[in-house]
């Protein structure tokens, strides 16, 4: 009977430990629990439609989108190599990693960055201009129907002008420094250039037409009006979902370590993306965009790694009066 009930004890113990909740590093700072949205898979894709066959190319184009797309693409060269994918995981249906579960039911809209009331094939053009330091898609092209479709598949059941938990990026609480170029070096050599290389360049597939892994700078990496290039957006996408297999319930970087890491990839050479027209209005620019001018008194440089505390807390003051 003793040996029967330590078995069972032994059993319970190994059970709990293997199901308990918590981040994967001990380091890590914890994320809360959330009943996050997590989109629709490729085989869920109705290729038995019409419609459904137009989904499924809109998936492949966002996964695959140099194969079609980039600088050997099968369909245009527009691109730089990287794939939609490289940003938005899991073809956009990974919680927490910018996906796309509420482009469908928050545009049209109008956007602080152009002042003007913006489209899907808007914004999906933005990205190819500035993440993919390319050229805009043809909004009447197939492929361009195919990605709209793609994204409304993935927004039904999401009522208009709602975000579900889990949609696009998580915001990090700011740190009460600057981040750090330096700090994120390092962090950079610990867990990120096994995967984009000590150089920042990332891995070609073996076709060499399409990154597996991105370069994080450089010329084949997206440009300085991509919306990664401000620290808060890279530091809450690598957060939540690098190093690789990294996901928001088991961070493995420490919300310090996502910032001083932003700051690093931030900090090296990329392409200059085309920022002219840019935030019409100044005054509402995001703290943490990195050029001017501004409506305050900052500092690019504080503007571009921080702390971001004071830049808000003036903004407020400001509008408070």
Known sequence: MFPLLLFLFFSVAVIFQLTKKGPESPHADPVKDTSAWVGPGKYQVPYETEEGKLIGYGREL???????????GSVLQISNGMNCQNCHLDAGTKPWGNNYSAVYSTYPKI????????????????????????????SNSREMQAIYAYMKWLGQGIAKGEKPEGAGIMNLPYLDRAASPDSGS?????????????????????????????????????????GLFRLSRFAGYVKNNMPLGTTYHGPQLTNAEAWDV?????????????????????????????????????????????????IEAARKNKQGK
Not at 62 to 72: D, E, M, Q, R
Not at 198 to 206: F, H
Not at 267 to 295: N, Q
Request: net charge neutral.
């Open 111 to 138: 956007r602080s960055r152009s002042g003007q009331m913006e489209g899907i094939y808007k914004r999906v053009n933005d990205c190819f201009e500035r993440s993919l330091n390319g050229s805009a898609l043809d």
């Open 62 to 72: 966002i996964a695959n989108t140099a194969v079609y797309l980039g600088p050997h």
């Open 262 to 310: 932003a700051a690093f990839v931030n900090s090296r050479p990329r392409p200059e993306g085309d920022m002219r027209y840019d935030w019409p209005d100044i005054s509402k620019k995001p703290v943490d965009h990195p050029f001017g001018p501004y409506a305050d008194q900052f500092t690019e440089a504080q503007h571009k790694y921080g702390p971001f505390q004071p």
């Open 186 to 226: 390092i962090v950079f050599a610990a867990k990120c250039q096994s995967c984009h290389g000590a150089d920042g360049q990332g891995q070609l597939n073996p076709e060499g037409n399409a990154y597996v892994y991105p370069p994080l700078w450089g010329p084949h990496s997206y440009n300085n009006g991509a």
